[in-house]
């Protein structure tokens, strides 16, 4: 009986190391955010840019918090997205001019679709998921589409004017402060993701994800962690419409556009599932090489974003990863043996001369 205590109280305070360890900031990731932050500050000039990529960074790590975490596929998250936005607008339009408490809204809006709709998404297996998504956000593209009295129909909903961000930094024309708005948006966001991840619940959703049925037997309630989980990313999606409904100030019937959700699956893709990150690198590039394609060819702009994907494919994203850590590894050695041959034709500090 003590062996036992003992082997369970060990169990205990390994899971308690690994939960810390998944839950403490490393070097490299504080230096990310502060450099994407200066570069936002440092070019203002690409504001607008800077604030789709906080947008769709943001969508696509809603998609990955159930199909990189927790395997659940779709091809409808847009419908989340869509709800967002257009919740966020109508509230702007009837009054409530505060930005943030809008997010606010448009997430319980979105959370409470998703949590609506997670009972039929989860029947079924993944064929059935990929259907129902799908046909939920065609439906609910379809009454967007003819409730045009509170909508705007095919003309969109116009005039959203959300008030100042926190009462004193109104938007502009060129997008600074919505690009801001949207990069702390996504940084806080960001942060509660991670916390979800790096807990129990989210481990045990990585263990549904692996094997649904030995995660039922060792007594996670599979279905309940399944329908949090959908429930909390349709949260972030409807953040990330609603954030795009405030920096825009307009909502058309493309943000439940299947195009839309898409592109989100396009971007993980890119970036890779599963560890959170991947939503933003994604991001960055699909948006880095629509601008640079569709600068140089702007009809053609999407051949060229399909051809990257294919080439990525055929060339394994993991296999290019591994390169470039070896040809910065090969890079950091070389920079340091030049260092120290330097060092070794230097006169020490006490030496005559």
Excluded at 45 to 63: V, W
Excluded at 130 to 145: D, Q, R, S, Y
Excluded at 273 to 300: C, E, R
Excluded at 327 to 337: H, K, Q, W
Aim: net charge positive.
């Amino acid at each position: 009986m003590a062996q036992a205590t003992s082997d369970i109280a060990a169990i205990e305070a390994g899971l308690a190391r690994a939960f810390v360890r998944r839950a403490r900031w490393r070097l490299s990731e504080i230096l990310f955010w502060i450099a994407a932050l200066l570069v936002i500050l440092a070019w203002p000039s690409r504001s607008l840019l800077f604030n789709e990529i906080a947008i769709l960074a943001l969508f696509a790590l809603s998609l990955d918090l159930i199909l990189g975490h927790a395997g659940i596929v779709s091809l409808g998250h847009a419908a989340f997205f869509g709800t967002g936005a257009y919740v966020a607008g109508l509230l702007t339009k009837e009054g409530l001019t505060d930005p943030t408490l809008g997010l606010a809204i448009a997430a319980a809006g979105a959370a409470a679709l998703g949590f609506a709709t997670s009972f039929l998404v989860l029947r079924g297996a993944d064929l059935t998921r990929l259907m129902v998504t799908l046909g939920v956000a065609l439906v609910l593209f379809e009454i967007a589409n003819q409730w045009s009295a509170l909508t705007g129909g095919a003309d969109g909903l116009q005039g959203v004017a959300p008030g100042p961000v926190l009462g004193f930094f109104g938007f502009d024309i060129f997008g600074r402060t919505a690009s801001l708005y949207s990069f702390a948006t996504l940084f806080l966001m960001f942060v509660l993701a991670r916390r979800i991840a790096a807990s129990p619940f989210g481990l045990s959703l990585c263990a549904i994800r692996d094997n649904p049925l030995r995660a039922a037997a060792i007594g996670i309630p599979v279905s309940r962690r399944l329908i949090a989980i959908y429930t909390v990313a349709a949260a972030f999606a409807g953040v990330a419409g609603a954030l795009l409904a405030q920096t825009t100030q307009f909502v058309s019937l493309d943000v439940f556009d299947f195009a839309r959700s898409a592109d989100v699956l396009l971007v993980l893709i890119i970036g890779g599932t599963g560890y959170l990150y991947g939503g933003i690198f994604g991001a960055v590039a699909f948006k880095v090489l629509q601008d640079i394609f569709s600068a140089i060819t702007p009809q053609h702009w999407q051949f060229w974003i399909g051809f990257v994907l294919v080439a990525l494919v055929l060339a394994r994203r993991e296999r290019l990863a591994r390169l470039a850590r070896k040809a910065l590894s090969r890079a950091a050695m070389r920079l340091g043996i030049a260092i120290r041959v330097a060092e070794a034709g230097l006169p020490s500090p006490g030496a005559d001369t």
